[in-house]
């Protein structure tokens, strides 16, 4: 029988695509984004997945099916009530014969029609039928996406398990509109239908009781920001990648996962509950909330030091004055404040160690030094690629000696780091059983 470590990797981490004969609907809406839909299905047949399409009305005034369809190679689907389609598949089917269903773009339209389970034609029947919660990818105008309906029905549909891409903000199509409401790009589309399909799969391979099962686990992930005035702030170059998929990792694992992010340009991940926040003492603040925790993964890039006076107006340039200087205070420290907890300290704690040199020496010094259980190492300095980079080479680092592991992707790296946790949460086990069992025999218990 295969382990579970086998399995996870067999599974997510093969050689294949993660998309690799995957089966993905893709409900496109009514809206201007719904070109960058053909880009995407490119990419998506390209990595192996086959995708049917189901177009709206509106949508068919936008891009045609006969594109789509040449990019598919399939029939599209537009029609409630065409006889041919219901005899052949049917709107059940559709749905069922999915492994993942994306809705991009998904208009304020259709998310009002999902939020309310109307079913009045085919791409709004074929969600209320399905089986498993969508991928939303909204795309709109920023005023649409701000109205108080669309976000009461975005907080409906959230609460009822659907995941939501985006929207990003910037530019609109019309002119002079600017905010939140553009479709996310393609590849941050794609990298969300590879994290849903990876999680399912393990969901589906190793069953709801994951090595995880049962534990809740906290990570970090991202940078914070910390504010010099109302439009100003200091930062750094953490993606969040390594951390998110820690969160990822270890959902799909079976925990109940918090994950606490500085501002990244990231979907959330599958199956954590995701808190964001911008400050060091926001991060603090949210993780003391977050406990109990059998497990804490720190993983953020957080400012050591944040602004003494921050300016409540923007710091105007004088002229003929020097620039303003910037008095720094430091912050709080976030894994030394939790790992030295003397009641509610999460069973294993464990920090993350950027180092742009001596990155092993710096790396066990800070294991000492935060009171930690383990110190995973990376080697963040600019000829790495490690910060906003897709790979990374860790070092683990435990009290009793380390591992030095090899360069791998991200997501390699948080699958390796969750099954040192299962197996730290195993061989506890095992000691507990054996000092209850050393206690009977002692007549102590
Ligand atoms: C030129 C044009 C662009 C539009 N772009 C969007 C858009 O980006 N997002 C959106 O929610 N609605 C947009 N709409 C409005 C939708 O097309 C309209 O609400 C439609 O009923 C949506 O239908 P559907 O949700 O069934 O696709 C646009 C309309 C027009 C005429």
Redesign the pocket.
């Known amino acids: 029988m295969l382990g579970w470590r086998q399995i996870w990797s067999q599974s997510s981490h093969g050689s294949h695509s993660r998309v690799e004969d995957k089966r993905i609907l893709l409900i496109?809406?009514?809206?201007?984004?719904a070109y960058k839909c053909l880009e995407l299905i490119r990419r998506l047949r390209e990595r192996g997945a086959s995708v049917r399409v189901v177009m709206?009305?509106?949508?068919q005034?936008?891009v045609t099916p006969l594109s789509v369809s040449a990019l598919t190679n399939e029939p599209v689907f537009t029609d409630l009530f065409n006889l041919d389609d219901e005899r052949e598949i049917g709107h059940i089917r559709l749905s069922r014969d999915a492994d993942l269903i994306l809705v991009a773009?998904?208009?304020?339209?259709?998310?009002a029609?999902m939020a309310n389970g109307l079913a009045n034609?085919l791409?709004?029947s074929v969600l209320l039928a399905s089986d498993k919660p969508p991928l939303i990818a909204?795309?709109?105008?920023p005023r649409?996406w701000l109205n108080p309906a669309t976000q009461r029905n975005v907080r409906v549909l959230k609460a009822d398990g659907a995941r939501f891409i985006g929207p990003e903000s910037g530019e609109m199509?019309e002119r002079d509109e600017a905010g939140p409401?553009r479709?996310a790009e393609v590849p941050v589309l794609i990298e969300a239908i590879e994290e849903v399909s990876d999680a399912r799969r393990l969901a589906t391979t190793v069953g709801a009781a994951g090595p995880l099962h049962g534990l809740h686990v906290v990570v970090t992930s991202g940078p914070t920001h910390e504010p010099i005035d109302p439009v100003r702030y200091i930062a750094n170059r953490s993606s969040g990648k390594q951390g998110h998929a820690i969160a990822a990792a270890t959902a799909a694992a079976g925990a109940r996962v918090t994950l606490i992010t500085g501002p990244v340009n990231l979907p959330d991940p599958t199956g954590a509950e995701t808190i964001k926040v911008e400050t060091a003492e926001e991060m603090l603040a949210a993780t003391e909330r977050a406990l109990p925790a059998d497990i804490a993964v720190f993983c953020a890039a957080v400012a050591d030091w944040r602004i003494a006076e921050q300016g409540t107006q923007k710091i105007k340039k004088k002229k003929g004055e020097p620039p303003p200087a910037l008095k720094l205070v430091a912050n709080p420290d976030i894994l030394k404040t939790i790992a030295g907890r003397k009641k509610g300290r999460p069973d294993l704690v464990i920090g993350f160690a950027a180092e742009t040199e001596n990155v092993l020496q710096h790396a066990r010094k800070k294991l000492n030094s935060k009171g930690c259980d383990w110190i995973v190492a990376n080697d963040v300095s600019a000829e790495s690629g490690v910060m906003g980079g897709d790979h990374n080479r860790v070092h683990l680092i435990r009290k009793d000696g380390h591992e030095s592991w090899k360069q791998q992707s991200k997501e390699d790296v948080a699958t390796a780091l969750v099954e040192e946790m299962a197996r730290e949460v195993e061989s506890s086990k095992t000691k507990a059983a054996g000092s209850r069992s050393a206690r009977v025999k002692l007549g102590k218990s």
């Open positions: 496109i809406g009514g809206g201007i984004a709206t009305a509106a949508a005034h936008f773009p998904a208009t304020a339209d259709l998310i029609k034609d791409a709004s909204p795309a709109m105008n649409m199509a409401g479709l």
